[in-house]
C-alpha cells in the first residue's frame, strides 16, 4: 500500500510540472494526512497528501445527529477527515478575503493531493523562541481572528469543482468532542464511567451549551494556536498571520478559536496576556456582554479541553504516540481552571466525584 501511494504521489508531482523537484517529508502530526516540502532552485511549495479512506465519513449536510452517530466520530463532530474539499473551499475563501492562508497550486480530489503555496516555516513558537515578542505576535493573532468573525463567508464553499458545506458547530458535535474526556481520558485514569454518571455528564453539557446564544456565530478554524500560526511580517494587517490548519471549519461562537489560541495545549502562554488579548478581541470584533462571554469562553475551553485530555491519551493508547501525555498536566490545569467559573459549578463537581485524577494531573 505505502509503495502504492508513493507511486501516486509522485505521479501527481510530475503532473503539476514538479518532477524535477526534491521532495523533504514534514515531520508527522496528530492527523492522518502527511505534508512534503517540493524544492527546485529557489522555489518550495508543500504537498498534502490526504488519503481519501484514511478516515470515517464527513457530515452530510442534511444528517440527523442518529444518522452522524451511524456513520461515526467524524461526522458526528463535524470533522472533514480526508476530505480535501474543506481545504480547498476554506482556503480560497480566505485569501479571496485577504487572509494568508496557502494558495492552491494544484489539485487531484479524487485521489487526495495538493500543491500548496509555501507560506514558509516560521510557526509563532518557534519565532517566539528566536526573540520575536510573544504579546506583538499574540496580539497580531487576535487581530486576525476577530477580521475574520467580522468577514462574511457563504456556508457553501465551492473551490477546484468540489462543494463544501460550512456547517454549525452544534450540540451534538461539541457534546461528542466532550465524551471523548469519558472514553479515553476518565477510562485510562480511573476506570470506566457509569451509565448513570455518563447521562449526568451529557445532560450538564446540554445546560452549558445553552450559555452560547448570546454572541452571533463566526467562522472557528478549530485549531487556532502556535503551532498552526506562521509569522509573515512582510506582509500587511490580518494577512500577517499565516493559517495552516483550517479544514474543520464551522461557524461557533467568537470564543472557541480565542481559546484555542489562550489555552494552548503545547505551550505556555503568559498568563498576564489572556485578559488584555480577550479585550482585545471583544473590541476588534465588536462584541458586547463581557460577562456573558467570559460565560462562553470558560464553556468552551471545558469543552475543548476535555476533549484534547481525551484525543491525547486515544494517540498514546490507540496510535502508538506516547509524546502527548508530555502535554497533558498543561490540559489538565486549563481545565481545571475553566472549572473555577460559577456558571460550571456542576460540572466541576461531576469532576471531582468521578474523574479526580485530572486535579492531580493539573498539580504536576
Known sequence: MDSTRAAERTAFIDAAGWGEAAVTPFPGDASTRRYFRLTRGNETAVLMDAPAQAEGAACPPDASPQDRATLGYNALARLAGPNLAAFTGLSSELTARGFSAPRILSADMANGFL??????????????????????????????????YRASFPDRLTAHGAVWPLLDYDAPALGAEAGLFLDWYALHRAGPVSDTARAEWESIWNDLFAALDRHATGPALRDYHAENLLWLPDRDGPAKVGLLDFQDALFAHPAYDLVSLLEDARRDVDPSLAAPLKRRFMDQAGLEDAAAFDTAYAVLGAQRN???????????????????LDFLPRVARHFVHDLSHPRLAALRRWTETHAPAVFDEAGR
Open 115 to 148: 500543491l500548496l503555496e509555501d507560506l514558509g516555516d516560521r510557526l509563532f513558537v518557534h519565532a517566539i523562541a528566536q526573540g520575536e515578542d510573544e504579546s506583538t505576535l499574540y496580539a497580531h493573532a487576535i487581530d486576525t481572528l476577530a477580521a475574520i
Open 306 to 324: 476535555a476533549k484534547i485530555l481525551g484525543i491525547f491519551i486515544r494517540l498514546s493508547q490507540r496510535d502508538g504516540k506516547p509524546k502527548y
